[in-house]
């Protein structure tokens, strides 16, 4: 019986990248005046199934820096190579994300960006590793996305740990510069990988910094009623609440609390589905008024990020996390490819492994990857003010001043 | 022999995937098709056997370090187990029919439920294989391999559906489906006939979980024990002819031939594909009412006549 | 967690619910009932109706007005599609009318993924946060609306098929198709009826969910496994069953999301679902259509 190589495994990058390398030479600067031949990148989401929403908002976002970066002249260091958009969907299952992985490597793909969800994740990385294909993860928030020693996969944002942690922080921050008014907390999250994910690391963590969680409530997927967990929030009367949850189950959540007029001094998500949401602000304006999140958030300084803005918002969509996050990602791309200067894959994933990419409309300052997880990428603190979300934490990057406690709401 | 050639021949790592979920869903169907097809005993619920056998070899192998080939043995151990509870419950109380359909649907959620909640399952989160390549493993670098375990399961399956076709067992079995008032007044222990049928479609049900498990190395409750697998496994028997040895295997190539063609004809719009897939579905009902194998039945029979004539 | 001051409020949040999944089940326990046919298009016809009443909403007609619309809507809607379709291809048998009315279902979801998009979408009332003070707790009205809509809906459910010409030949088909096709009933129009009025009650009850919930391609998958349960555990075919059934898991689902916590507290309603088949096969509230 061979026992195979068993770190998985620079030799199976290697060999697939040679495969990668033959199909790509077709992308060197080319005979002059032709076109050179355009670079494939697959772009991978679950735009059907339960995820759909947020799988056809990261494919809109990934198309915007497509169409951008082919307006400007494509990739300049292969003589003006357009980017071709592979479209592949998931379907909101892991299985058919990897046979898509399977479809994008013979098509011929350089390279993949997606695809959104964890679980997801999980299998698409993998299935990629095994050709050499360098993936580029935009959100997948689970820390073992990372963590498994896969040499192809580069995760943009932050993963779980890393939100909670500036999550925490932030919370720290903004209590203990209004004189330390929150005691008491109360979580309230869905059941699956990010939700249960971040309870626990606040289990865990709050009590140090002096919080007292009262109750830990997590809820089902899909819950029709949150009247009874309004309740228990009325009888606990916590300080703080932190949500956590799907946009459908944050809106009767929010909806519910506020029927019950419910206040706490604050009301904080973290990874809130709905209070990092312009859709979620402008149709519930005044259960949306100063509600934070700490969440995956564009840097409201950079004009490309409100130029992006204004563009989604032209095609009557709403500018959210993952409109940003993956129109970063295919940039990131692109300056990989730059520096690749072909569609070899072994030499993209060299150039994102030493990529210092900083054009991309998040708070994150130059890419660094460490390990395939973006060293730079953190989550920011939001809030809900006048009706817009304006960054508040970090201070570097606020648009708007805290406004905590949370002031009596119209009920 | 051509069956073992493929990988081979094929040199696609799409395709080859593309052949293993074919044959991971043919052998499902086959142990859905003892219940289902022979029994007469329809079950929305067989998530209840696949997830068990996802889960216990998952657990076994991250908490104690079993050995994956080990855990697909104790998957079907597990996966028999459970649909002996769920079959001794349900045929203990005379469930037929709708009733029987449903309550192995109740069974399969509670699992999920459970498994969502337990601290061993992972709960939410989900249980992550290691990845760590080796045949000992059953972690293969090629996907040649997987396309060998598949058809390992595949051939085991449409065997044990072939033996049981020809024997006392099946007979009972066909027997019950056709009139178990019947069947019981000639001296069949209908009990005990239908137990068996669900505890070998359970365990072989298991099986196909705990590969599932050791091939995507993740499983979540919802991949596990979702109402979504159920219907998947039992799709591919009833498109393939109910009660037939090759049904399933036709079924499954048939229904996963349609998904990808639905995928490839109707491009990118979100929806279009799966659209076309459900149309694709009903029209295949519309003019095969008897499945796949009802066809082939059909045009033999015909040919058959013409030839006396 | 038995704090009286907590539990009172949750049976009454169960109760109205309940009464949700009763409206749902309605049209369901019917169609089961007649045709005997497990329907998975349910709720995807529920998801067809929530969009109709979101449209109306949005060209300015209110949503309890909509029921004027809706329930006709929908009753075309379920008629058409049991005679040109499931009637048609399902060929009688039960496999066959789960895997046509699975297709369905899978067409019409992705049908609105296409045009909708999977955008989650709600309508904003002006009663939406109206709550009624009923001592013990604060009821929002649209709640109360439904609950008081599900009492009406299984009443006049029942007068159709007790009083009502159509209701006997229903009755009858339900009972013995071959006998009712024999006296010269058209068994397949009433088939297409009584899935029809099954239908036009998911409209109704379109009408009353949407002010308290939202709507978006998927929205079926949320209360058609609890609307089955409801079915079963009412006894299928039987309106104040499912009326009954309904209020039963609304409040088990409450109650049990108390004592168990929200998401292990859904099991309640499965295990109950699972004694009653094993012991009450024929619901517990027995009364069946035929």
């Known amino acids: ?411 | 022999m051509v069956a073992l050639a493929v990988p081979y021949v094929l040199r696609s790592d799409f395709w080859l995937g593309f052949l293993i979920t074919v044959l991971l869903f043919a052998a499902l169907g086959m142990a859905w098709n003892i219940l289902g097809g022979y029994t007469g005993q329809f079950s929305f619920g067989h998530a209840a056997f696949f997830g068990t056998g996802a889960y216990t070899t998952a657990v076994l192998h991250i908490g104690l370090g079993l050995n994956p080939w080990l855990g697909l043995a104790t998957a079907a151990a597990a996966g028999g187990l459970v649909a002996l509870l769920v079959g001794y419950l349900s045929f203990r109380y005379g469930l037929r029919g709708s009733y029987f359909a449903l309550i192995t649907l109740a069974f399969a959620e509670v699992l999920r439920i459970l498994a969502n909640s337990a601290e061993f399952t992972g709960g939410g989160v989900g249980l992550y294989v290691p990845l760590d390549l080796g045949i000992a493993n059953l972690q293969f670098a090629d996907k040649a391999g997987y396309y060998y375990v598949a058809l390992a399961f595949a051939v085991l399956s449409l065997v044990v559906g072939w033996m049981l076709e020809r024997s006392r067992l099946g007979a009972q079995m066909m027997a019950i489906r056709e009139n178990e008032d019947a069947a019981q007044a000639l001296g069949v222990d209908t009990f005990a006939c239908k137990l068996k049928a669900i505890v070998i479609s359970g365990a072989l049900t298991g099986i196909g979980g705990a590969f599932y498990t050791h091939y995507y190395l993740y499983i979540d409750p919802g991949i596990a024990y979702g109402p979504g697998v159920s219907v998947e496994i039992l799709l591919v028997p009833i498109i393939g002819g109910l009660g037939t040895v090759f049904g399933p295997l036709a079924g499954s190539a048939v229904l996963h031939g349609a998904g990808e063609l639905a995928r490839r004809l109707m491009g990118d719009a979100p929806g279009l594909s799966l659209i076309f897939y459900g149309v694709l579905l009903v029209v295949m009902v519309r003019f095969m009412p008897e499945g796949l194998m009802g066809v082939v039945w059909r045009i033999r029979r015909r040919s058959e006549t013409q030839a006396d004539a | 967690m038995l704090d009286p001051l907590i539990l009172l409020p949750a049976v009454i949040n169960g109760l109205t619910m309940g009464a949700v999944y009763a409206l749902v089940a309605l049209g369901l326990t019917l169609i089961y009932g007649v045709l005997h046919i497990i329907n998975f298009a349910h709720g995807s016809l529920l998801m067809v109706g929530l969009y109709g009443v979101f449209f109306l909403h949005r060209a300015g007609v209110d949503p309890y007005l909509a029921l004027v619309i809706m329930v006709p809507a929908l009753f075309v809607v379920g008629y058409a599609l049991q005679w040109s379709v499931i009637g048609k291809a399902s060929h009688g048998s039960d496999q066959n009318v789960l895997l046509v009315t699975l297709g369905v279902s899978i067409v019409i979801e992705n049908l609105a993924l296409y045009f909708f998009t999977a955008d989650t979408l709600t309508v904003d009332t002006p009663y939406v946060f109206e709550m009624i003070d009923l001592g013990i707790a604060l009821v929002p009205l649209p709640r109360v609306i439904a609950f008081l809509s599900a009492l009406v809906l299984a009443a006049l459910l029942w007068l159709l098929i007790a009083r009502s010409d159509l209701g006997r030949a229903i009755r009858a088909v339900a009972k013995e198709r071959q006998g009712a096709r024999l006296v010269g009933i058209d068994v397949d129009h009433i088939f297409a009826m009584s899935f029809g009025i099954g239908t036009a009650c998911l409209g109704a009850a379109a009408c009353l969910l949407l002010p308290m919930f939202y709507v978006s391609p998927h929205v079926g998958h949320v209360f058609v496994l609890v609307a089955f349960t409801v079915v079963v555990l009412g006894g299928m075919g039987s309106f104040s069953g499912a009326l009954f059934g309904g209020l039963l898991i609304g409040v088990t689902e409450s109650v049990g999301g108390l004592l168990l916590g929200e998401s292990l507290g859904q099991i309640g309603i499965f295990l109950i679902f699972i004694a009653t088949l094993m012991f009450r096969p024929s619901g517990l509230f027995g009364a069946r259509l035929s």
């Not at chain 1, 030799?11 to 002059?32: D, E, K, N, Y």
């Not at chain 1, 604050?266 to 990092?276: P, T």
């Not at chain 1, 993209?348 to 395939?372: C, E, K, Q, W």
């Open chain 1, 1 to 411: 019986m061979t026992r195979m190589n068993k770190s998985l495994s620079r030799r199976h990058v290697l060999t697939g990248a040679a495969a990668g390398a033959a199909a790509g030479s077709f992308g060197f600067p080319a005979i002059l005046g032709a076109q050179p031949a355009a670079i494939k990148v697959g772009i991978l989401h679950p735009v059907t199934g339960a995820l759909s929403y947020s799988g056809t908002q990261s494919r809109f976002g990934a198309q915007m820096a497509i169409d951008e970066i082919n307006a400007a002249g494509g990739i300049k260091s292969m003589g003006g190579a357009k980017i071709e958009a592979l479209l592949a969907d998931a379907q909101s299952r892991p299985d058919v994300g990897a046979a898509e992985i399977e479809k994008l490597n013979e098509a011929g793909a350089a390279a993949v960006v997606g695809p959104y969800a964890s679980a997801i994740a999980l299998a698409t990385t993998q299935a990629a590793a095994r050709h050499g294909l360098p993936h580029v993860v935009d959100v997948a928030v689970v820390d073992q996305v990372v963590t498994r020693g896969l040499m192809n996969t580069f995760r943009f944002g932050p993963g779980v740990k890393k939100t909670v942690d500036t999550a925490i922080e932030n919370l720290i921050k903004i209590n203990d510069a209004a004189g330390k008014p929150a005691k008491t907390v109360m979580i309230v999250h869905e059941e699956s990988a990010f939700g249960s994910g971040m309870a626990t690391t606040l289990n865990a963590e709050l009590p140090k910094h002096g919080f007292e969680i009262v109750e830990t409530i997590k809820h089902a997927n899909p819950t029709r009623d949150f009247s009874n967990i309004v309740l228990r929030v009325q009888a606990r009367k916590p300080d703080l609440l932190i949500p956590s949850n799907y946009y459908n189950e944050y809106v009767l959540f929010a909806r519910a609390l506020r029927q019950q007029r419910v206040a706490p001094k604050a009301i904080y998500s973290i990874l809130g589905g709905g209070a990092s949401s312009y859709k979620f602000v402008k149709e519930f304006p005044d259960a949306a008024a100063f509600v934070m999140d700490c969440n995956h958030w564009f840097d409201p300084r950079k004009a490309a990020a409100l130029a992006l803005k204004e563009k989604t918002e032209k095609q009557g969509l709403f500018y959210t996390y993952e409109v940003f996050m993956n129109y970063s990602c295919v940039y990131l791309l692109a300056d990989a490819l730059e520096r690749a200067k072909g569609a070899q894959r072994d030499a993209i994933i060299a150039a994102l492994a030493s990529s210092t990419f900083d054009m991309h409309v998040m708070p994150y300052g130059p890419t660094r990857f460490v390990n395939g997880q973006n060293q730079g990428a953190q989550p920011v603190t939001t809030q809900i003010l006048d009706k817009d979300i304006k960054v508040i934490y970090p201070l570097a990057f606020a648009s708007g001043n805290v406004v905590y406690p949370m002031p009596e709401r119209r009920a």
